[in-house]
């Protein structure tokens, strides 16, 4: 079956920029997680939502981050006036449940670049 | 707060020798932890999970880990490797009522001829 699916799958952008990530999740994942990836380093937490609970939005860098999910689907990360700061690979992840022993399932991510 | 520390950024082997991948850990509660592999260009795949069941836990190709309580550690093992397990490898913990995992650094293997 598909697994996660994210778009695109590299952007560059000129600083000062906006860009839209997007993220389609396996049907019938409730939970969705975005995270970023530096180079060399390991995954950060950026933000995660459940059904239609308020989404986890602890682990966002700043406020010119923002996601939006449509329901149970797509899910669109957001990075409003672009730093070199933030080039990184971000990630998006779905689960069926919530919660630490779920297993979460990886898109193959999107490499942002901003110059 | 949980949190997770990978030993060695990198490792070299050769074929069909053994593989260690040491992972430390610290967490205030009985934490899941999880093994998951990232090939060059491929998405992060798990390779195997503990959740508080038996401690030495089997994964995918060959790999396995053992959950030591008294030491903190989950760090991966494989008898013998193949040239298809060069790759990088994040350890992850996961506790009770958090949403979001918290990955290592990485340990990048290569495996030589």
């Known amino acids: 079956g598909a697994g996660v699916s994210q778009s695109p799958s590299n952007k560059v952008t000129e600083k000062g920029k906006d860009v839209e990530l997007r993220c389609d999740p396996i049907?019938?994942?409730?939970?969705l997680y975005w995270y970023r990836q530096r180079l060399g380093q390991g995954l950060e937490f950026l933000i995660y939502?459940?059904?239609?609970?308020?989404?986890?939005k602890s682990g966002l860098p700043s406020d010119r981050f923002s996601a939006e999910r449509t329901g149970e689907s797509v899910s669109t990360l957001t990075i409003q006036r672009t730093q070199q700061e933030d080039s990184a690979v971000y990630l998006c992840?779905?689960?069926?449940?919530?919660?630490?022993?779920?297993?979460?399932?990886f898109g193959p991510g999107t490499r942002l670049t901003v110059l | 707060a949980q949190s997770v520390t990978q030993l060695d950024s990198h490792v070299s082997v050769s074929e069909g020798t053994p593989v260690l991948l040491r992972c430390n850990y610290s967490s205030s509660y009985s934490p899941s932890l999880f093994w998951y592999v990232q090939h060059p260009n491929k998405g992060l795949q798990l390779l195997l999970k503990?959740?508080?069941?038996?401690?030495l836990v089997k994964g995918i190709n060959g790999f396995e880990a053992e959950f030591k309580k008294s030491e903190t550690s989950f760090h991966l093992t494989k008898p013998s490797a193949h040239m298809s397990d060069a790759a990088e490898y994040f350890c992850?913990?996961?506790?009770?009522?958090?949403?979001?995992?918290?990955f290592g650094s990485g340990t990048r293997l290569q495996v030589q001829p």
């Open positions: 992840a779905s689960s069926l449940t919530s919660g630490g022993a779920g297993e979460q399932f």
């Open positions: 049907s019938g994942h409730t939970a």
């Open positions: 503990y959740t508080s069941a038996a401690t």
């Open positions: 939502f459940q059904g239609n609970s308020a989404p986890d």
């Open positions: 992850v913990v996961s506790e009770p009522g958090r949403r979001a995992l918290t």
